[in-house]
Each structure stands twice: as structure tokens, then as C-alpha cells.
């Protein structure tokens, strides 16, 4: 069986993987390093891999089921708000006092995940438009034209920039600080006039963030 991998060139003279905490591996070559020896390469690791992946399965803290009940926290920009439910005529979810209520005269556990979703994409749709615009702005200098911004549930991936220079946010990404979300902008935006993770990508995205690094590892860790 293959190992699924993401691909980056860098001026490093070895070959080398990393696994990360949400079992994803990535692999880092010397630039012009043929595709067949990279196989190779991942072939006599596969082991190694496999190990690795069961280890962080094993200790990553498991995130209990939602029950969708009072009392419980839900993610929001990076804080934690305690869900409060108020019987009320009017459907309504919002942040009021440091709770996330949601006003419904349904309790259910289903229609309280709804509502619930369907905040998190209304809040994300605006967020990540108005952020979108800022970040483009930077980008201005390259000419480029304005790419279509899609809002999609993504299993593995924060952002994405198609071929068809689409870039596709995750609406789970709303849960992350404003910093990271950023983060995830701006490394799709990057990929407008990089279109690979070479020495000039990061060197760009390193231009327009230092620290990013900082900003994907909390998203890895503690987001995953």
C-alpha cells in the first residue's frame, strides 16, 4: 500500500520525512530529485511511517462526542465559549457574555448541532471574506487576478488553491485564532505566483509573515 505524502523541494542535500501530529507525512528533497527515487526512499520507510502514525494515534487526546447539551464548550476564534440553551420562539445563536446560546424551542441534540453549524458558516463566510480582501491587497504588486473564494468542509486541508486559481477555505477554520486563519490566506495566496513549496514560496510567505511556522504548528497541534 502507498503512503499518501506531500511533496516539497528545498535546498537541503538529503531526503527527509516528517509525521505530524494528525498523521500526515511530508517529504523534503533536494531540488531536482527524481520522483522514482523519492518512492524508493518512502518504500524503505514505510515501517517507520506506519509506526509513527499509530503513536500519535494512540496518545492524541480523544475529543469526546458531542452531546449538544448545556455546559458544554464550543470553539469560536480561538477561545472556548459554554454552550447555554433558551426556549425561545425565535431561532437565534449567538455570543452573549461569554456564552454561545442558543435561543430554540427544540433541544434536540440534532437541531442544536444544526443551528450551531449553520452559525459557524454564517460567521465564516463573512470573517474569511472581509480577511480574504485584506490579504489580497498585499498581493496587488504581482498583478494577479482576483481569485473566486469558496468556503468548503475539508477532512485534511485548512485552505486550498486549485489549478483553476479557486482558493477554498475550511469553515472549521472559524474555531482558530484570527492569526491563523491568516496564516492559512495567505500560504493559498502565496500559491497564486508559487505554485510548489520551493525555496521561493516560503521565502514570500516568510516576507509577508515571520513567524508562520509558529501560527501552522498551533494549527497542527492544537486544532487537529
Known sequence: MSTHYELYYTDRKTLGIKVYPDTSVKVFAPIDTDLPIIEQFLKAKRKW??????????????????????????????????????????????????????K???????????????????RATILFNKLFEEQFYLFKRFGLEKPILQIKKMEKRWGSCTP??????NPE????????????????????????????????????????????????????
Open 104 to 122: 430554540t424551542l427544540n433541544p434536540d441534540a440534532t437541531h442544536i448541532k444544526k443551528l450551531l453549524q449553520q452559525w459557524y458558516i454564517a
Open 164 to 169: 483553476q486559481q479557486k482558493i477554498i477555505l
Open 49 to 102: 511511517i506506519e509506526k509513527q502514525q499509530r503513536s500519535f494515534q494512540t496518545y492524541l487526546p480523544k475529543t469526546p462526542a458531542r452531546q449538544y447539551i448545556g455546559g458544554e464548550s464550543f470553539l469560536y476564534l480561538g477561545k472556548q465559549y459554554m454552550l447555554k440553551i433558551e426556549p425561545s420562539t425565535a431561532e437565534e445563536v449567538k455570543l452573549y457574555q461569554g456564552r454561545l446560546v442558543v
Open 173 to 224: 477554520l472559524i474555531k482558530a485564532p484570527i492569526v491563523c486563519i491568516n496564516y492559512v490566506i495567505l500560504h493559498e495566496l502565496c500559491h497564486l505566483v508559487h505554485h510548489n513549496h520551493s525555496k521561493s514560496f516560503y521565502r514570500l510567505l516568510e516576507n509577508f509573515m515571520p513567524d508562520w511556522q509558529k501560527y501552522k504548528q498551533l494549527l497542527e497541534t492544537k486544532m487537529a
